[in-house]
């Protein structure tokens, strides 16, 4: 029997990863010094390790003396799904029109956008993928969807909605000029993200911060993919 202490429960996608972990046979406890081992939120923070040293300490994100679930492939897979789901429902609340015949532009295509398109796709969209890189963009075609370069940001274009998944500033003065009035851009890249805020603001573009987007709006889904991914590494890599 494996005993975990989980001492960050306000986080609520922490509580469902740990009602995961109960389901899977595994027990709590609250002192973290009679633990085999501990878990932590994404984005970990380093004073969360503070009283851990010399214990198995599972966290996401960061720089840290412990196993990183969120670089685990089959989190990242699954994670990019409730974030494209989420992105889904911040379109629904913050767009006054309809996803059907909208033109959508994504940036990027790894995983999130891939997801992204899977859902879009059957609601009547136009999508297109805009990417750096050849493979990328061959990617985007096989599965159905038009693509472009990065470089023809800026060129006008009348997409009603961008999104971006590139963590790398690409829209700043040359590329925001070129948008259609009233397009709204959704930035789901980490910081620090992919837009000049700055400017957006100045142009009174509308810019949705996208960022987190599994615990808002999907926050119980959340925490049991971090509890079955901590299970599955501790019985496939640890045991």
Same mark, same amino acid.
């Given at each position: 029997?494996?005993?975990?202490?989980?001492?960050?429960?306000?986080?609520?996608?922490?509580?469902?990863?740990?009602?995961?972990?109960?389901?899977?046979?595994?027990?709590?406890?609250?002192?973290?010094?009679?633990?085999?081992?501990?878990?932590?939120?994404?984005?970990?923070?380093?004073?969360?390790?503070?009283?851990?040293?010399?214990?198995?300490?599972?966290?996401?994100?960061?720089?840290?003396?412990?196993?990183?679930?969120?670089?685990?492939?089959?989190?990242?897979?699954?994670?990019?799904?409730?974030?494209?789901?989420?992105?889904?429902?911040?379109?629904?609340?913050?767009?006054?029109?309809?996803?059907?015949?909208?033109?959508?532009?994504?940036?990027?295509?790894?995983?999130?956008?891939?997801?992204?398109?899977? +859902?879009?796709?059957?609601? *009547?969209?136009?999508? @297109?993928?805009? %990417?750096?890189? /050849?493979?990328? &963009? =061959?990617?985007?075609?096989?599965?159905?969807?038009?693509?472009?370069?990065?470089?023809?940001?800026?060129?006008?274009?009348?997409?009603?909605?961008?999104?971006?998944?590139?963590?790398?500033?690409?829209?700043?003065?040359?590329?925001?000029?070129?948008?259609?009035?009233?397009?709204?851009?959704?930035? +789901?890249?980490?910081?620090? *993200?992919?837009?000049? @805020?700055?400017? %957006?603001?100045? /142009?009174?573009? &509308? =810019?949705?911060?996208?960022?987190?987007?599994?615990?808002?709006?999907?926050?119980?889904?959340?925490?049991?993919?971090?509890?079955?991914?901590?299970?599955?590494?501790?019985?496939?890599?640890?045991?």
């Amino acid at each position: 029997m494996k005993y975990f202490s989980n001492p960050f429960t306000e986080d609520k996608r922490m509580y469902y990863a740990e009602k995961e972990l109960e389901r899977r046979g595994f027990v709590r406890v609250n002192d973290s010094g009679n633990a085999d081992f501990v878990i932590l939120p994404i984005p970990a923070k380093a004073y969360m390790f503070e009283g851990l040293e010399g214990k198995t300490v599972f966290y996401g994100a960061g720089d840290f003396n412990g196993i990183d679930y969120n670089k685990n492939e089959l989190f990242l897979l699954e994670n990019a799904h409730l974030t494209a789901e989420g992105a889904l429902a911040l379109i629904k609340e913050e767009c006054a029109f309809a996803i059907k015949d909208s033109s959508i532009l994504i940036t990027g295509y790894g995983r999130i956008a891939k997801a992204l398109v899977r +859902l879009l796709k059957p609601y *009547g969209a136009d999508i @297109t993928v805009s %990417a750096r890189n /050849k493979l990328s &963009r =061959l990617e985007a075609e096989l599965d159905g969807v038009n693509t472009d370069t990065l470089e023809a940001l800026r060129r006008e274009n009348s997409y009603d909605i961008i999104i971006n998944t590139v963590p790398h500033i690409l829209f700043t003065k040359p590329e925001l000029d070129c948008l259609k009035q009233g397009a709204v851009i959704f930035d +789901l890249a980490s910081f620090p *993200g992919g837009v000049d @805020t700055l400017y %957006a603001k100045a /142009k009174n573009i &509308r =810019l949705v911060n996208g960022r987190g987007l599994p615990s808002r709006y999907c926050e119980e889904s959340a925490g049991v993919l971090i509890g079955k991914t901590v299970y599955n590494i501790i019985k496939e890599e640890l045991s």
